[in-house]
C-alpha cells in the first residue's frame, strides 16, 4: 500500500526543518550578541555574563528595582551596584568643578550621598544571597572617599561641595590629625579589579580618591 500525503514522513520532515529554524535562529541570535560585545570591546560574550556597559540583555528594559531586598539572584545585585558605581564615579569627577555654581553642587553632592547609600543596600543584600561581602573588602583595604564631619552621621562632602559657604567652615573648625598619604602602590595592593565591578582602574573608586587627594594638595 502506498504511503498516503500528509502521512508520519511529511510531519518528520515538518519537525526536522523546524528544528532546524530553531538552531538557525539561535546562531543567528548569538552572532548579533556577539558582534554587538564586540563593538563594546568584550570579544567574550556569548549568550553568558553581559559587558558592563551593554544596552542589550536582561535587564536593559529594566528600571533598578527601589527595594534592593527583593532581588533574588547576586547577579542581577552585581548589574545594579556596578550600574551605581559609575554614576557617582561620573558625578564625583563632576562635582570637582566650582564653576558649576552652590545650588548644582550641593545637588550633586546629595545625589552622590544618596546613591552611595543605595549602593550599601545593594552589597547588603549581595552579601545575603551568598555572593561577596564588600563592606568587609573595603574596611580591610581602607577605602575612603569624600570627607565627612563628625557631626554629620555618614553624611560626605566631594570636591568643590567641601569649599561650599558654611561646609569650608565646619571642616576648618575640626581638627583631624592628618594620616600619611598612601602612595598609588600602597592604594592598590591586595586590591581586585572585580570589586569595582570592571578591570579598567581608570573607572575605580581608589582612582577617584586618589585625584580628590590632588585636589586638596
Known sequence: REPQPGGAESAAM???????????????????????????????????????????????????????????????????????????????????????????????????????????????QIKTLGGADYKAQAKAQGEVYGAELASHSGYKYFGAAKDLPGVRELFEATVVPEAPRKTRKQLFKNIQPDYYGWRDEEDGFLLLAEQEAEHEA
Open 14 to 124: 515538518a519537525r526536522n526543518e523546524e528544528k532546524a529554524m530553531s538552531a538557525l535562529n539561535r546562531w543567528t541570535a548569538q552572532k548579533r550578541d556577539l558582534e554587538r560585545a564586540n563593538n563594546l570591546g568584550k570579544s567574550t560574550y556569548i549568550g553568558g555574563a553581559l559587558p558592563a556597559s551593554a544596552t542589550f540583555g536582561p535587564y536593559a528594559a529594566k528600571k533598578r528595582p527601589k527595594i534592593a531586598s527583593e532581588v533574588e539572584t547576586v547577579r542581577e545585585c552585581e548589574h545594579w551596584r556596578t550600574e551605581l558605581i559609575r554614576g557617582v564615579a561620573q558625578k564625583i569627577k563632576e562635582v570637582q568643578n566650582a564653576a558649576l555654581g552652590e545650588h548644582r553642587i550641593r545637588d550633586l553632592n546629595d545625589e552622590i550621598n544618596k546613591d552611595l547609600r543605595e549602593k550599601s543596600y545593594w552589597e547588603d
